[in-house]
């Protein structure tokens, strides 16, 4: 009753228990599982089931209130409570960004910054071979830039001041996982969050004003990007945003919605990715090798004079090895969702 098919309460890494029980448990793609204090839910378990959910049937499933209430008030972003219409309208007009050509054209400033992270690297070493070298906040600088370029033609110039004011708030933003959010998602089942998420409490104070301070910058940024796309119509760096401003669909409030997103859920699944990428070259020197030497046959030596679209598709060992790492290290191995009316799954 009070842990369900768990073994404790709130369990650490729970799909390594959901796999085993999808593994270990005859079932027809679905399997009827019981959380803490009884909760009862479906866990989808065969690739049929999951593209009914994900793909087939999606407009049928929407996430939790909950994590639509959280990030509307951590946010500020309406995105999450969209009918399906609107949602249908905005994905119209944001997939031109999301083209495998519009993807390439921005490969240089991903590029560009990938060479400067790299060399931040290279000072610290040289100045102390003995240092320990903390990648992660590398990484997250260097993320959190290109999601600036790429999202909006705007250059968070973190690598430059990793501690500035507006790095501080976006920490402020990003919450670590702890077992409070396990408590709130538990208690939403009995009581209307909107209100807990209301209280006067001093983290989610800070939460709300790093939101406000981020939507701010995001403004002035969509403002004067717009004044350089009207003056311009032909710009041949069009970012994410400025590709949604030529369609006229979006209004001001929707496009800061839009890089919300891409500032929270964008750059945390991105730069654990690229960790989890080094940690396994870390610990494979002979795939390390193998890829280091299809790098110095495609690009050469000179990396600051590469254009990297003109190569991207000659790297097919760089390729297969950024899809296994994201195929054995998925950013969310859990997605919940909630069914909004009735259907069916896997003709269940």
């Given at each position: 009753?009070?842990?369900?098919?768990?073994?404790?309460?709130?369990?650490?890494?729970?799909?390594?228990?959901?796999?085993?029980?999808?593994?270990?448990?005859?079932?027809?793609?679905?399997?009827?599982?019981?959380?803490?204090?009884?909760?009862?839910?479906?866990?989808?378990?065969?690739?049929?089931?999951?593209?009914?959910?994900?793909?087939?049937?999606?407009?049928?499933?929407?996430?939790?209130?909950?994590?639509?209430?959280?990030?509307?008030?951590?946010?500020?972003?309406?995105?999450?409570?969209?009918?399906?219409?609107?949602?249908?309208?905005?994905?119209?007009?944001?997939?031109?960004?999301?083209?495998?050509?519009?993807?390439?054209?921005?490969?240089?400033?991903?590029?560009?910054?990938?060479?400067?992270?790299?060399?931040?690297?290279?000072?610290?070493?040289?100045?102390?071979?003995?240092?320990?070298?903390?990648?992660?906040?590398?990484?997250?600088?260097?993320?959190?830039?290109?999601?600036?370029?790429?999202?909006?033609?705007?250059?968070?110039?973190?690598?430059?001041?990793?501690?500035?004011?507006?790095?501080?708030?976006?920490?402020?933003?990003?919450?670590?996982?702890?077992?409070?959010?396990?408590?709130?998602?538990?208690?939403?089942?009995?009581?209307?969050?909107?209100?807990?998420?209301?209280?006067?409490l001093k983290k989610l104070r800070e939460v709300s004003e790093s939101a406000e301070f981020l939507r701010q910058i995001t403004?002035?940024?969509?403002?004067?990007?717009?004044?350089?796309?009207?003056?311009?119509?032909?710009?041949?760096?069009?970012?994410?945003?400025?590709?949604?401003?030529?369609?006229?669909?979006?209004?001001?409030?929707?496009?800061?919605?839009?890089?919300?997103?891409?500032?929270?859920?964008?750059?945390?699944?991105?730069?654990?990715?690229?960790?989890?990428?080094?940690?396994?070259?870390?610990?494979?020197?002979?795939?390390?090798?193998?890829?280091?030497?299809?790098?110095?046959?495609?690009?050469?030596?000179?990396?600051?004079?590469?254009?990297?679209?003109?190569?991207?598709?000659?790297?097919?060992?760089?390729?297969?090895?950024?899809?296994?790492?994201?195929?054995?290290?998925?950013?969310?191995?859990?997605?919940?969702?909630?069914?909004?009316?009735?259907?069916?799954?896997?003709?269940?």
């Amino acid at each position: 009753m009070f842990m369900g098919n768990y073994p404790e309460f709130f369990p650490n890494n729970s799909w390594i228990h959901l796999r085993q029980i999808a593994e270990n448990t005859p079932n027809n793609g679905i399997l009827r599982l019981y959380s803490a204090l009884s909760g009862e839910a479906l866990l989808v378990t065969s690739p049929p089931a999951i593209r009914d959910l994900l793909t087939v049937n999606a407009f049928d499933f929407a996430h939790q209130d909950l994590v639509k209430i959280a990030i509307k008030r951590f946010t500020g972003s309406n995105l999450g409570f969209l009918s399906n219409e609107d949602f249908k309208l905005h994905r119209k007009y944001m997939m031109p960004a999301f083209t495998m050509t519009h993807i390439l054209n921005l490969t240089p400033v991903i590029w560009t910054k990938a060479l400067e992270m790299v060399e931040c690297i290279k000072v610290q070493v040289l100045g102390s071979p003995d240092a320990r070298i903390e990648f992660r906040e590398y990484v997250s600088r260097a993320t959190l830039d290109n999601i600036g370029l790429a999202g909006m033609g705007h250059d968070f110039g973190t690598r430059q001041n990793p501690n500035s004011e507006l790095r501080r708030r976006y920490r402020k933003l990003i919450l670590d996982p702890t077992k409070i959010f396990n408590w709130v998602g538990l208690l939403s089942r009995y009581f209307d969050m909107r209100l807990l998420l209301k209280m006067p409490l001093k983290k989610l104070r800070e939460v709300s004003e790093s939101a406000e301070f981020l939507r701010q910058i995001t403004r002035s940024a969509i403002r004067k990007r717009k004044e350089n796309f009207l003056g311009n119509r032909d710009l041949d760096d069009k970012d994410i945003i400025t590709v949604a401003l030529a369609s006229g669909v979006f209004d001001e409030r929707q496009l800061i919605d839009h890089v919300m997103t891409f500032l929270t859920a964008g750059h945390e699944s991105t730069a654990t990715a690229f960790e989890w990428t080094m940690y396994e070259l870390g610990r494979r020197p002979e795939m390390q090798h193998r890829l280091l030497s299809e790098l110095q046959e495609c690009l050469g030596s000179d990396l600051a004079e590469v254009d990297f679209r003109s190569h991207l598709q000659k790297l097919p060992y760089l390729n297969a090895f950024c899809s296994e790492v994201l195929r054995c290290y998925p950013f969310s191995p859990i997605i919940v969702k909630v069914a909004k009316q009735e259907t069916r799954i896997c003709w269940n």
